[in-house]
């Protein structure tokens, strides 16, 4: 497991260069932690993804003795981890930069903010290897867009509908802390990151190559 | 003498190909080079043996292990070579074999650094400015590195230099000194069997069509020249199949001996190559068009 981790990271140096560049570009830009973390999220296993079609990869991760189960799960905890480290790096530069820029006042991110962008690595995560490992990388681009094609259209539509509603949407909401906003959120997120995980397995056991 | 594999039954069905009923063994301590023509079934075959295809039906066993229960263990004792590059072109040797050698128990780093300097490779180099031959060698050197027991290799030699097939040919000879190891090759190049094959095994349209000794099969097949007056409705079903010229014709024979029983002195007998084997089973299909 520590081998397929350690290749994702070593296939990606270069992209991990690039990503912690663009972090500290967007902390001087001043933007929100949770948008820093949640990008940079999607640039690495947006990567990791692609980077096996590309080698025909998966017949010689098929030929060592590793199971199927492992070169998923690898995945899935190699996610976990860029979470982890890209938190520690948002809360390192916003450290840096709050003694720099006075626009930061405070020398830590918010917890919410750090909490939230994990929760968006999880969601995207869960969405894309599924995705991946059943139609490949040419036809992830494509369903990813069509699906945020689609979360657009549907926003709207779904915002002129109800927007009559909205003030009753904004009362039952109301009528919760974030804390509890932010439980359920999480509480989904993850259940939804584990299904994903599961899933995947399967569709990468009933494979071919 | 001990199968290292046994096929019994297999199946495996796509949209325009299938393998039918597939049933051969791999003998242990000796090389079994696989024989076909391009599309014949071999990648199939050898992609099942290492479980990258699930088969439909049937069974494999490979060192007397289910294929389907002890798969960690039966691939901790492989070698495997494909015929296209597998491996991160990103990467150089060196990162390659911190990601590799851990997931072997029996992993050797004096063996791996041994191969490195016998094939002179660049470690440090990343892969894809290597050239074909050195990505071969490269594959060669990841399959050996653990000291397997069963060596697997899809089409070792296609598109290689004749210098660097015979190098192939000359440590796959190295290998097999130590009569505990097992190699099984594909190739279309039939030559490359006569240096090194003990058995051959040929598929033709998805089914075994023979899995024999080499020595066994080159005296049992014969190439059967004769003039064109000796053929008739019944003679020609004696022959797997038959070219016809204008000074007379030249067939396959299955069975010297029945052959040299029905036409005597009257046609010469050759010992054919694997060439000749394959080309004229190949043709068999054809209907003769005498």
Not at chain 1, 18 to 42: C, D, K, R
Request: charged letters at 20%; one cysteine or more; hydrophobic letters at 45%.
């Amino acid at each position: 497991m520590y081998s397929l981790i350690l290749k994702d990271f070593l296939m990606l140096k270069k992209m991990l260069l690039i990503i912690t560049g663009l972090i500290t570009l967007w902390y001087i830009l001043q933007f929100s932690s949770i948008f820093i973390i949640a990008l940079a999220g999607f640039l690495f296993i947006s990567n990791t993804g692609s980077f096996e079609d590309r080698n025909n990869s998966h017949i010689m991760l098929n030929s060592l003795p590793i199971n199927r189960k492992s070169i998923i799960s690898s995945k899935y905890i190699g996610a976990l981890i860029f979470g982890i480290v890209t938190v520690c790096l948002a809360s390192l530069f916003q450290v840096v930069f709050y003694f720099v820029f006075d626009a930061y006042t405070q020398p830590f991110p918010e917890v919410y903010d750090l909490l939230i962008g994990i929760l968006c690595i999880f969601l995207f995560t869960s969405i894309y290897y599924p995705i991946l490992y059943k139609f490949g990388e040419k036809y992830t681009r494509i369903i990813l867009m069509f699906i945020g094609f689609t979360i657009i259209v549907f926003g709207n539509i779904m915002m002129h509908l109800f927007k009559d509603k909205i003030e009753t949407i904004k009362l039952f909401l109301s009528q919760f802390t974030a804390n509890q906003l932010l439980l359920t959120g999480s509480v989904i997120t993850v259940l939804l990151f584990l299904l994903s995980w599961l899933g995947t397995i399967k569709i990468y056991e009933a494979k071919d190559f | 003498m001990t199968n290292v594999v046994e096929f019994n039954n297999v199946k495996k069905s796509f949209k325009n190909f299938s393998l039918d009923d597939v049933s051969f063994s791999i003998k242990k301590g000796f090389v079994t080079g696989f024989i076909g023509a391009n599309g014949a079934g071999k990648s199939t075959t050898i992609k099942l043996l290492m479980k990258l295809l699930r088969k439909d039906s049937g069974n494999i066993t490979i060192f007397g292990l289910d294929q389907d229960k002890h798969n960690q263990e039966i691939k901790e004792r492989i070698g495997f070579v494909y015929d296209e590059n597998c491996f991160y072109d990103t990467l150089s040797i060196r990162e390659l074999r911190k990601i590799i050698a851990p997931m072997y128990q029996k992993w050797n780093d004096n063996l791996f650094y041994k191969y490195l300097d016998q094939f002179s490779l660049p470690e440090k180099q990343p892969i894809k400015n290597f050239s074909k031959g050195m990505k071969m060698k490269m594959a060669i050197l990841f399959a050996i590195s653990h000291d397997p027991e069963f060596i697997i290799m899809d089409e070792p030699t296609s598109g290689l230099d004749p210098v660097f097939r015979r190098e192939v040919l000359e440590l796959l000879h190295e290998i097999m000194l130590d009569d505990q190891k097992t190699i099984f090759f594909s190739t279309h190049i039939t030559t490359d069997l006569d240096r090194i094959a003990d058995y051959i095994t040929y598929i033709h349209k998805g089914k075994i069509l023979f899995s024999k000794e080499r020595e066994e099969l080159l005296t049992e097949y014969g190439i059967v020249k004769g003039s064109n007056d000796l053929l008739d409705r019944d003679t020609v079903k004696e022959f797997v199949s038959i070219r016809k010229t204008n000074v007379g014709f030249e067939a396959l024979t299955s069975c010297v001996k029945k052959t040299k029983d029905i036409f005597g002195d009257e046609v010469l007998i050759e010992k054919p190559s694997l060439e000749d084997i394959m080309y004229y089973t190949n043709k068999g299909d054809l209907k003769c068009t005498l």
